[in-house]
């Protein structure tokens, strides 16, 4: 059983930022962020908040489904944090959008959407839903430290959606988790501001070790997507795209050729977005859609890795 997807949306904030710009902030330059990342410019947040990015992308998805939010039996939203840590983002989107079914966050970092897919399709399974959103909203730039070259030039915010009823169109998925115990992937929680706490302070920016990303994610995309082909008994050569978590143009050129998918077959929108976590996938998947670049029928790969560590691939016929 499991999904079929109906429609899909996107929305991301109206300011463009070029890497020109980011140099007359911090000690940058294009040539490094597009020669090491891929990245050209990425949308950030200047009046927009995630409620309304995540609003648009689901309102966009509704229309492209032809369903009204009303008929809506669940709504997901996978997000790192929403504009509160209560509402959730998908209590508040409820409202906005005119929806009246259950609505929480999962936050599984960069792989928030396929984890948010997995659970959507055990609704479905289970006859415990017949139409589900599924809606990825990240404002990556709140967890910025601006001053800091190596993370700040790399990440951008958004959403994407999708509207998911039953069906037969997922035909293979891995889940994995390991904990991430040198913390190479970490924005910790609050500042603390409890007068009796005896812990340190700790700035609640994203900090990364790059380099022990890139080496897991090259690994655990090869090795996500070779299960799931098996799984479901295709080869590279019978997917029409493979959708690949938008981090760097390297770590997707990596993994694309050595699991033997072509140019052609691989998505890349990191040079317009940015690192949008995980928004990144179902961003590219809306474009790919209105473009007409895939179409009803062609059988899609989506795979993403992200903090945690968590990673996650599925196979989607559309
Ligand atoms: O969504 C999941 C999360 N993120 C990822 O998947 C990211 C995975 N990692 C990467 O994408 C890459 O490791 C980066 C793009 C983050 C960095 O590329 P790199 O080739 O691994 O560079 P590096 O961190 O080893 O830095 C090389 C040099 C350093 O200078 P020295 O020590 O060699 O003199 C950095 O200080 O580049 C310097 N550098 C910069 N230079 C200009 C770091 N950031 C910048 C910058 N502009 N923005």
Not at 205 to 215: A, C, D, I, Q
């Amino acid at each position: 059983m499991s999904f079929q997807i109906m429609g899909t949306g996107k929305a991301h904030p109206q300011f463009s930022l070029t890497n020109d710009q980011l140099s007359t902030i911090v000690d940058t330059n294009d040539e490094w962020i597009t020669s090491r990342s891929g990245i050209k410019t990425r949308f950030i947040a200047t009046t927009e908040t995630g409620l309304e990015l995540t609003a648009t992308a689901s309102n966009q998805a509704l229309a492209n489904a032809g369903i009204a939010a009303a008929d809506l039996d669940l709504i997901i939203c996978a997000t790192l944090q929403g504009d509160n840590v209560t509402p959730s983002l998908a209590c508040m989107v409820q409202q906005e959008i005119g929806a009246h079914c259950p609505a929480f966050d999962l936050n599984a970092a960069c792989t928030g959407f396929i984890y948010a897919l997995d659970v959507a399709a055990a609704y479905l399974d289970s006859g415990r839903a017949d139409k589900v959103l599924v809606v990825a909203c990240e404002m990556m730039s709140k967890h910025l430290d601006w001053n800091h070259r190596s993370t700040c030039v790399l990440f951008g915010d958004g959403a994407g959606a999708v509207v998911l009823q039953k069906g037969d169109g997922l035909l293979a998925r891995v889940l994995t988790a390991q904990s991430d115990t040198e913390q190479a992937l970490l924005i910790p929680g609050f500042n603390n501001i409890n007068p009796f706490s005896q812990l340190p302070h700790r700035p609640n920016v994203l900090s990364m070790s790059g380099r022990k990303v890139f080496k897991f994610a090259v690994g655990a995309m090869v090795k996500d997507v070779k299960k799931v082909l098996a799984q479901a008994g295709l080869t590279p050569a019978q997917v029409k795209m493979v959708i690949p978590h938008q981090a760097n143009i390297r770590i997707i050129q990596s993994a694309a050729k050595l699991l033997g998918f072509t140019e052609e077959q691989t998505a890349i929108g990191i040079q317009h977005y940015g690192n949008t976590s995980s928004a990144s996938i179902p961003l590219l998947l809306d474009d790919l859609w209105r473009q007409g670049k895939i179409q009803r029928g062609d059988i899609i790969v989506l795979s993403a890795f992200g903090g945690g560590f968590t990673t996650g691939a599925c196979i989607i016929k559309l």
